[in-house]
């Protein structure tokens, strides 16, 4: 085991968490740790922000070292000058949560720390960070698409390489130490994040920072708790609950002794009424760090939590301080956007509508960040009290006229804003948009294909059992007519269900609620606008989706997205609980019930969902641990990604080392894979020479039908083919045509083409034997014809 990379690792991070503090002072003076618990993702933002650009004409030691000038200049100008007091304290406490999650995560990989490409992206992944390793500038080049720029969004491992660099980390270390960082960071941040929600309130901050930090680093779905509850109950009574909730006979059959941890991830059904329907990705943050993968939508959560944090001071940043709340809204959202968009595209749009729902519903109304030439273009309602916050503690504070009419100013200013902020974003990563990222159409959700509403349970149930009594505590005193609201609200559900909108039947009531008690009342806050957030865009993906190769149908959409709503109701529910159990804090009229009774129920709660939703990692993390891996169990605790290929693959791990070893990035041919298996006896090699390198082949894996189109990336495979198996002539204008520097001949490239007719070429030498593969070397001078 490397402990000593771990103790390095890990002092870097606070390092640079430190170096940020001041920074972090500056931009969140009102959080009661003084943004202590978003040190590292700013520090981490800065360097991905100056190292992209940067990179463009150097990468490498060049960005790393103007990322770490600007932090270090940037906190120094910022605590010579700003009230920037440090609370090293609340840093100590923030620390403290970053280094146990950092040490759980390291534990996790040390068992398992392969990047096998089975069940997973960490074929990619790894690629990717092996690839900017080698590159000058940025983008780098495709290792599966050799003599063109990567076509995917790589800002995570750009970050990963950066920190690489400065630890001076092989890179067969890094990737899991990186991904350990990673968790470790977001975990910290919704510490953090729900810790300084809850403040406003009076409630015990730890409490909910407590919670939401437990639903991001261990909460499940509900599908362990019902498999659980399954076997618990008599063999009849099971029966009608699966039925119920749409659960498949064979869960009736599981016992304890059969979990499997990747049962839980696919949990909804494509096609509810299809028993042979593909199974939707429904990924939890805690599988998803169990599996592993280094992969956009674990690297980029922790940013899009400091959004929502920079979101929140906005929030709290009184009207009167004007340039203040235009710094953070045109100052610090558009790097982060652009970064986020590099790291993660599916999360821009999160970023921008979590912006843009602060901007809708913060005290201070939008328009104020404007000239105020613009801003008297657009007049304001007439407020209740003059306070320039339509909300109250008793109820509404506008007339019903007064109220759209603040509604439309409201929304559609900020709607204007965000469409502006989303601009500034595009500048900010404007090389990644113009050369790097592939585009996409969207298409309608079938309505045979919508989530049935077993799967909406299952899969959400545990955010729900918070935010209804959350938000109905508050609605009911929020109307005139509680009753006749409520079975308003019961008869839409049910309508909604009965055709086919199991989506609307759970969610809209929710998010109109919400939307309400946000426009209507002071004591529903960040936390409700986090809340909707999430519904909105659990609701959108039931109706649209993102057209692409990843996956069929809106299986990719799900999965990307369902990350984002994770993170944000995480937080919220960690709020929401701490307020439900509050004593004596929240009271509320008679005839929503005793004020004791709902503090009870609120306890009673939050200890099921603890519970309930911590089974999964009760089952998972043992089993983990126990059942370790081959890496493991040949050559015991270590953090070495690529140690397995000795292991699973010897005849060819020196030929893939030789490989690793090349300069540069000259270009190889290796078979061309269909799939994700290394499975070299069926002509399947994963392209594991140039994902476990970085040196870029041909034609790799079929991911980039999806980034390029199939005709292109079908026209490669075919060269590649050619190259190996066709005439002389063929086969030297196409080695010419991708400047092909050496050709890898192992047991897939043997049993994928057969008779290999290359090597007989006057132009390609042996450059190097081993066991089961011969690497030759080309000579571009003395290729036939």
């Keep these: ?11 870097t991070y606070l390092a640079l968490a430190l170096a940020a503090l001041p920074l972090c002072g500056a931009l969140f003076p009102r959080f009661p740790d003084r943004g202590a618990a978003f040190a590292l993702p ?43 007091d440090l609370d090293y304290r609340a840093f100590a406490e923030s620390s403290a949560v970053f280094v146990l999650a950092f040490v759980l995560l390291v534990a996790v990989r040390a068992v398992d720390p392969a990047v096998h490409p089975i069940g997973g992206e960490k074929f990619l992944d790894y690629g990717l960070l092996r690839s900017l390793l080698r590159a000058p500038v940025l983008p780098p080049e495709d290792m599966w698409f050799a003599g063109e720029p990567v076509k995917y969004y790589y800002g995570g491992h750009l970050i990963t390489a950066l920190l690489t660099d400065l630890t001076f980390t092989a890179p067969r270390y890094a990737y899991n130490l990186a991904l350990a960082g990673f968790y470790a960071t977001v975990v910290t941040a919704a510490y953090g994040l729900a810790g300084a929600i809850a403040d406003d309130y009076g409630v015990s901050n730890r409490l909910a920072a407590g919670l939401g930090a437990f639903f991001v680093a261990l909460g499940a779905n509900l599908y362990t708790a019902a498999q659980t509850l399954l076997w618990l109950l008599p063999e009849g009574l099971a029966g009608t609950v699966a039925g119920a909730v749409g659960l498949p006979q064979s869960a009736l059959a599981w016992r304890p002794t059969e979990f499997s941890y990747w049962s839980a991830s696919r949990v909804m059904s494509s096609e509810p009424a299809n028993p042979d329907a593909f199974a939707l990705i429904t990924e939890f943050p805690i599988f998803a760090w169990l599996n592993g993968d280094l992969h956009a939508h674990m690297t980029s959560t922790g940013f899009l939590l400091l959004v929502a944090a920079i979101c929140l001071a906005y929030w709290r940043t009184p009207a009167e301080a004007l340039m203040r709340r235009r710094l953070l809204v045109f100052g610090a959202v558009p790097p982060l956007a652009g970064l986020v968009a590099v790291v993660n595209t599916w999360s821009f749009p999160t970023v921008l509508g979590v912006t843009w729902l602060t901007l809708a519903f913060a005290p201070a109304t939008p328009l104020s960040l404007l000239p105020p030439r613009l801003a008297d273009l657009v007049p304001e309602p007439a407020r209740a009290d003059g306070s320039g916050d339509s909300r109250a503690d008793g109820g ?21 804003l965000a469409a502006g902020l989303a601009l500034l974003g595009l500048l900010w990563s404007l090389p990644f948009w113009l050369g790097t990222a592939s585009g996409r159409s969207v298409g309608v959700v079938p309505g045979v294909n919508r989530s049935a509403l077993g799967g909406l349970l299952l899969v ?21 007519q ?55 865009i659990v609701l959108l993906v039931e109706f649209l989706y993102v057209v692409e190769e990843a996956g069929p149908g809106r299986l990719n959409t799900v999965f990307k997205t369902y990350a984002q ?13 701490a307020r439900l159990t509050a004593v004596g804090r929240d009271s509320l009229p008679a005839f929503v019930g005793p004020d004791r009774s709902w503090r009870v129920a609120g306890a009673v709660l939050a200890v099921v969902l603890v519970f309930s939703t911590g089974l999964y990692a009760g089952f998972a993390l043992p089993q983990h641990f126990e059942r ?8 015991g605790p270590t953090l070495d990604a690529v140690t397995f290929v000795g292991i699973q693959h010897p005849r060819e791990a020196e030929a893939i080392g030789w490989v690793d070893s090349l300069s540069g990035t000259p270009t190889i041919v290796t078979a061309a894979p269909g799939g994700y298996r290394w499975d070299p006896s069926t002509g399947r090699g994963a392209s594991a020479p140039a ?33 190996y198996t066709g005439s002389e002539a063929e086969q030297a204008a196409l080695l010419a045509e991708y400047d092909v520097q050496y050709v890898y001949v192992g047991p897939a490239e043997r049993n994928r083409y057969g008779s290999i007719t290359v090597t007989d070429n006057a132009g390609v030498t042996v450059a190097e034997s081993f066991d089961a593969v011969t690497i030759y070397r080309v000579d571009q001078s003395a290729l036939a014809g």
């Design 565 to 577: 709503v994770w993170m944000l109701w995480s937080v919220a529910a960690g709020v929401m609980l």
């Design 691 to 723: 994902s476990l390198t970085g040196v870029p082949t041909v034609a790799g894996w079929y991911h980039e039908r999806g980034y390029r189109g199939g005709e292109v990336f079908a026209a490669r495979v075919d060269d590649v083919e050619t190259i």
């Design 482 to 536: 509680p009753y006749l609201t409520l079975a308003t609200v019961v008869l839409f559900s049910l309508a909604a269900w009965s055709f086919g909108f199991a989506g609307l039947a759970l969610f809209a009531p929710l998010l109109v609620t919400g939307w309400y008690l946000l426009r209507t009342r002071t004591d529903a806050g960040f936390e409700t606008l986090l809340m909707i957030g999430g519904l909105g």
């Design 1 to 11: 085991m490397e402990y000593g990379l771990v103790v390095v690792w890990a002092a």
């Design 42 to 84: 700013v520090a981490l933002a800065v360097l991905g922000v100056v190292g992209y650009l940067v990179g463009h004409l150097a990468f490498g030691w060049p960005a790393l070292v103007a990322g770490l000038v600007v932090l270090v200049a940037g906190s120094y100008l910022v605590g010579e000058r700003a009230d920037a």
């Design 460 to 480: 959400h149930g545990g955010f729900l059992l918070v935010f209804v009594p959350y938000v109905a505590r508050r609605g009911l005193v929020a109307v005139s």
């Design 396 to 416: 509404v504070a506008l007339t019903g006229r007064q109220l759209l009419r603040e509604e439309l100013t409201r929304t559609g200013g900020a709607l204007v």
């Design 628 to 635: 370790g891996s081959a890496t493991a169990n040949e050559v």
